[in-house]
T-cell receptor, first 113, second 113 residues
């Protein structure tokens, strides 16, 4: 079956630090990969996505590259801000047309001024 | 365009009572998905519905849980005779088509006492 393993939290960083949140996956077929973000009291928002190997998704300074050889989709940001404090979820879909998202457990990120 | 609406945001039920969770998809969206997040776990797919049809309920517990998405009105996730293990956050997502991204609501946090 499909599964997503992501870096356990919580993660606490100082403002302007470099961020990496690791995500690896196991899937049948060729999955599409996603990062979702959940700010306090809100629903999940799609942060970025990649649909095939070597694709790079990017948004709001965040990036993640679809690495088929290492089955990974690590989230990175060069300089985090306090406003980036949230819970980040890595997820995948293996079959567009029957969109069951498979999620990781989430990583809580706190940025200290 | 309002986002996905879920209500109530918080719901407390005693063991044995019924819980009804409502989800109003975004305007123009006819596909609805329900996910459950147990404490310290990732979101898990429960059911996928289109208007008046259940497309995939492979993630739904076989007993006490049911879902509907009528022609008019919100989608309803119903849990009969709740038990403590049902305490979780329940998220709804919608999309205009099965090939599109899913947009998530803020979730309903169910607590069973």
């Amino acid at each position: 079956g499909n599964s997503v393993t992501q870096m356990e939290g919580p993660v606490t960083l100082s403002e302007e630090a470099f961020l990496t949140i690791n995500c690896t996956y196991t899937a049948t077929g060729y999955p599409s990969l996603f990062w979702y973000v959940q700010y306090p009291g809100e629903g999940l928002q799609l942060l970025l996505k990649a649909t095939k190997a070597d694709d790079k998704g990017s948004n709001k300074g965040f990036e993640a590259t679809y690495r088929k050889e290492t089955t990974s989709f690590h989230l990175e940001k060069g300089s985090v801000q306090v406003s980036d404090s949230a819970v980040y979820f890595c997820a995948l879909i293996t079959n567009f047309g029957n969109e069951k998202l498979t999620f990781g457990t989430g990583t809580r990120l706190t940025i200290i001024p | 365009n309002a986002g996905v609406m879920q209500n109530p945001r918080h719901l407390v039920r005693r063991r044995g009572q019924e819980a009804r969770l409502r989800c109003s998809p975004m305007k123009g969206h006819s596909h609805v998905y329900w996910y459950r997040q147990l404490p310290e776990e990732g979101l898990k797919f429960m059911v996928y519905l289109q208007k008046e049809n259940i497309i995939d309920e492979s993630g739904m517990p076989k007993e006490r849980f049911s879902a509907e998405f009528p022609k008019e009105g919100p989608s309803i996730l119903r849990i009969q005779q709740v038990v403590r293990g049902d305490s979780a956050a329940y998220f709804c997502a919608s999309s205009p088509d099965s090939l599109y991204e899913q947009y998530f609501g803020p979730g309903t946090r169910l607590t069973v006492t």
